[in-house]
């Protein structure tokens, strides 16, 4: 899979290897990609100090992954979570818990956003719920600079909850 944090400028120059660009008010080769201390980016000329102000869309912002739905298909289970955990599932889920109770029993399919998502496999995983996902890319893979990311707009700041 590829690294989709390579294409963005948030990383470069994080990573200090963004490019420079010429400069329009003094014509050199001196215009660097800056971050402030809030994390937006802006260019700045070395030598005349000019700033340019940018506005900035991100690979993963751009990603249309973070606007799809992801099927999540809970396998009926043969053994029932404690109650502590039935209480968790149901808050993700948010139902009630028999409604939480049911769904493990019988089994259900529903479509979730991303973000919900995330909360919802942690906490399956934690509990040993079985269950299958269809339409499903993991993003932290996909952008696996997420964590170190300075960028206050990053759609993978759902992530870091």
């Known amino acids: 899979m590829i690294n989709g944090c390579e294409a963005c400028i948030a990383y470069q120059v994080q990573k200090g290897i963004a490019k420079t660009d010429l ?35 991100t690979p993963c912002e751009l990603d249309p992954v973070f ?16 109650k502590e955990a039935m209480a968790e599932l149901s808050k993700a889920f948010k139902v009630n818990v028999l409604g939480m109770r049911k769904m493990l029993v019988e089994g259900t399919s529903r479509d979730v956003i991303l973000e919900d998502l995330e909360i919802i496999i ?12 269809k339409n499903y890319e993991d993003c932290k893979v996909k952008y696996p600079f997420y964590k170190e990311c300075k960028y206050p707009y990053s759609a993978m700041r759902i992530f870091m909850k």
Not at 122 to 133: D, E, I, P, Q, T
């Open 122 to 133: 942690s906490l399956m995983n934690k509990y040993s719920v079985k269950y299958r996902l």
């Open 23 to 57: 400069c329009e008010n003094c014509g050199k080769q001196e215009m660097f990609w800056r971050q402030s201390e809030a994390g937006t980016l802006y260019m700045e000329c070395s030598n005349c100090h000019d700033t340019i102000a940018v506005d900035l869309n």
């Open 67 to 82: 606007n799809q739905r992801v099927n999540l298909t809970i396998v009926p289970q043969q053994n029932m979570p404690e």
